[in-house]
């Protein structure tokens, strides 16, 4: 919840069938969306589970992790996302700067 007002969502991709996804919702307690599989490891270049993509608002991937995850590469990895977009964002205020200079 630390960065629930920073605009980070999480999403949850399973492999499996509808009802063992649900099961595996309720027994951990999953407060964020889930869905299946559908191309989406394709897509983003998962090889393996479990994998988990770290994606800025632009949907540009930012990072890639193989194996189960510790609230710091989590933390890591969203400080990652939110860094380079201060980043951007000030690259284009100075942009906007200089035009009006």
Do not use: H, W
């Not at 299946?36 to 992790?65: W, Y």
Request: aromatic share 8%.
């Amino acid at each position: 919840m630390a960065y629930k007002d920073s605009g980070v969502v999480f999403l949850g991709v399973f492999a499996s069938k509808e009802k063992d996804i649900r099961k595996y919702v309720k027994n951990f307690n999953l407060t964020y969306p889930v869905g299946m599989e559908d191309g989406i490891a394709d897509a983003l270049g998962v090889k393996g589970v479990p994998r988990t993509v770290f994606i800025d608002k632009e949907m540009r991937i930012v990072a890639r992790l193989s194996g189960p995850l510790s609230y710091e590469k989590i933390e890591n990895g969203i400080n990652k996302i939110l860094v380079e977009d201060l980043q951007r964002q000030a690259s284009i205020e100075t942009e906007e700067i200089s035009e009006d200079c």
